[in-house]
């Protein structure tokens, strides 16, 4: 999958292609059917799927810490991305710029111009260009007039549940990781660089893996039994806490992951942390003690539910 990071990195060679638009936050069942369509397309015109993205999303400039919590971060949205076959992905970095292009600029300058679109795969509710003026009805007008055919996303439904990232983050924040797995079509993953923290957790005889969490808003909080893996190497079982740690009173939302029978340093490693259930909310405790015997129990949860998967 090829990476195009910013519109100025568009080259004439990248001209023609079926196109969709959107955030593609969680990358879940429902994207996973827009870009299953799109790629069908691909093949029919002999072009390739590219799929335009935002880096930050649009709400994330307007509204700063008030967006809504982010399901997966850029580096974690191309790797689903490439999973599902999409050929090249237009990352554009969203900013007041590109915010100021006028709804006709956006279609006529970067979608025909540059991108050269034949085929244009885009919600029914996608609005674009300066104050939003942009909307589906102005796309297929265009199409009819420059060329290229567009067509809306349909709604995915997994049981009585629409598939959207909303409802994805919903499902997360009440700890109900099954379902959103199921919306997700994947487990719901957090992926990160360990780095050194206050050690505190050694000292209780439960060393963490940490991991500072470089978002605005965090979609999860809490313990965790979680799946814990990194390049080459096997999959250990583990409990985590995401949050503030009040018992020490953090300043900063972190992943801290104390995985089973292992000893080793990963200082430095980027690991995957796959969220398989929510044991408890996040809860201050009068001493360290306290919190220890609070991980004790949190650990043997954690084990039964292992320990029941695999029978």
Sequence with gaps: MELIRGIHNILPAHRGCVLTIGNFDGVHRGHAQVISNLLAKAKQYHLPAVLMTFEPQPLEMFAGNEAPARLSLLRDKLLLLDELG????????????????????????????????????VGDDFRFGRQRQGNYEMLCKAGERLGFAVESTQTFMVGSHRVSSTEVRQQLALGHMEQARRLLGHPYIICGRVAHGQKIG??????????????????VRGVFAVRVFWPDSDIYEGVANIGFRPTVNGQQCQLEVHLFDFNESLYGKSIEVELVAKLRDEQPFDSLEALKKQILNDADKAKALFSNDAS
């Design 86 to 121: 999409i050929d090249r992905v237009l990352c554009v970095h969203f900013n007041r710029r590109f915010a100021s292009m006028t709804a006709e600029q956006f279609i006529e300058d970067l979608l025909v111009k540059q991108l050269g679109v034949k085929y244009l795969v």
């Design 202 to 219: 050694r000292t209780i005889g439960f060393p963490t893996a940490n991991i500072a969490l470089k978002r605005q808003v965090v979609p």
